[in-house]
């Protein structure tokens, strides 16, 4: 059974910094696509990053410049470095892993920015 968790959510000030990680277990994942999405308060899900097992990196728009996609593929682990935080990031973060068959997806885990 394949398993995919998400932890390091929270609440930070506008212009914080958070760390959120995501581990899997269950598979081989090192040539998996693995990023987040996230899903603000009354809207739709939407991409945030992802990261292939090479290392190649996209972002959408609005957290180019502020947030990291990482991952070590030896702890089947991602990680997304987010900084200078605004309120419009506050939104529950999901973690998935994709081998172009089947994506896994986290539970989420919920960020919150105050201004």
């Known amino acids: 059974q394949v398993h995919v968790v998400e932890s390091g959510g929270g609440l930070v000030q506008a212009g914080g910094s958070l760390r959120l990680s995501c581990g899997a277990s269950?598979?081989?994942?090192?040539?998996?696509?693995m990023g987040w999405y996230r899903q603000p308060p009354g809207k739709e899900r939407e991409f945030v990053a992802r990261?292939?097992?090479?290392?190649?990196?996209y972002y959408a728009d609005s957290v180019k410049g502020r947030f990291t996609v990482s991952r070590d593929n030896a702890k089947i682990t991602v990680y997304l470095q987010m900084t200078s935080l605004k309120p419009e990031d506050t939104a529950v973060y999901f973690c998935?892993?994709?081998?172009?068959?089947?994506?896994?997806w986290g539970q989420g885990t919920q960020v919150t920015v105050s201004s």
């Open positions: 998935y892993a994709d081998n172009s068959i089947t994506t896994y």
């Open positions: 990261i292939t097992w090479s290392g190649d990196r």
């Open positions: 269950g598979r081989t994942f090192s040539s998996y696509i």
